[in-house]
């Protein structure tokens, strides 16, 4: 079964400072990784989704993240924090398995933005 | 405006009570998921229907029921069966169960049973 990793149950930044979040998975076919947003007391939203047409995918709000099949990792990064990106990050993996059709997700890390 | 509606957004029951969470999507999407969130634990999946009046067990689907009866609903019912019910619920949708496909989140139901 596949299986998402993400390291750092909390990470902070300073404003203006990169911002990267990471994410491992495991899976025994090629996956399919997404990356969610969650607002506090809110629903999720998409990021970015990774769907093998290109290792390196752009997102909104300015974050991308980077297919990497030799280290099993699928890093969310943006080059500047804004106090607005404050919230938790989810990364998810789904596969093209027959009866197996489900998003499996980490356990989230929590950004804060140091003003 | 499409999207999806999730009522209440706060729920308290008292302990043995039955309690129906409310889903609605005008996504026109035929898939809808039932998530629970609990803290530090990421999202857990309940069930899942793939078309009307069909819908099959997630992973933690002990002590729920849903029904599919429109494709605009999936309404999920947390029984007194269920141990620990208190959690925040997500419902989901998306237009396919392609590993690809985007799924839409509602704002979500805080629900607390004392």
């Known amino acids: 079964a596949q299986s998402v990793t993400q390291l750092g149950s909390h990470v902070s930044v300073s404003e203006g400072a990169l911002v990267l979040l990471r994410c491992n998975y495991s899976?025994?076919?090629?996956?399919?990784l997404f990356w969610y947003v969650q607002y506090p007391n809110q629903g999720l939203q998409l990021l970015l989704k990774y769907t093998s047409a290109a290792t390196l995918v752009k997102g909104i709000n300015g974050f991308e993240a980077e297919f990497k099949k030799s280290e099993t990792s699928f890093h969310l990064t943006k080059p500047s924090a804004h106090m607005s990106d404050a919230a938790e990050y989810f990364c998810?993996?789904?596969?093209?398995?027959?009866?197996?059709?489900?998003?499996?997700f980490g356990t989230g890390t929590r950004l804060t933005i140091i003003p | 405006d499409g999207g999806i509606t999730q009522s209440p957004k706060y729920l308290f029951r008292k302990e043995g009570q039955n309690v129906t969470l409310s889903c609605e999507q005008n996504?026109?999407?035929?898939?809808m998921y039932w998530y629970r969130q609990d803290p530090g634990q990421g999202l857990r999946l309940i069930y899942y229907?793939?078309?009307?009046?069909?819908?099959q067990k997630g992973d933690i689907a002990e002590g729920y029921s849903v029904s599919r009866e429109k494709k605009e609903s999936f309404p999920l019912t947390v029984t007194s069966a269920q141990k620990n019910p208190t959690a925040f619920y997500l419902c989901a949708s998306s237009i396919g169960t392609a590993p690809s496909a985007e799924q839409y989140f509602g704002p979500g139901t805080r629900l607390t049973v004392t």
């Open positions: 998810a993996v789904s596969v093209s398995e027959v009866g197996n059709e489900k998003l499996t």
């Open positions: 899976s025994s076919v090629p996956p399919y």
């Open positions: 229907s793939q078309i009307v009046n069909d819908f």
């Open positions: 996504l026109n999407h035929d898939a």
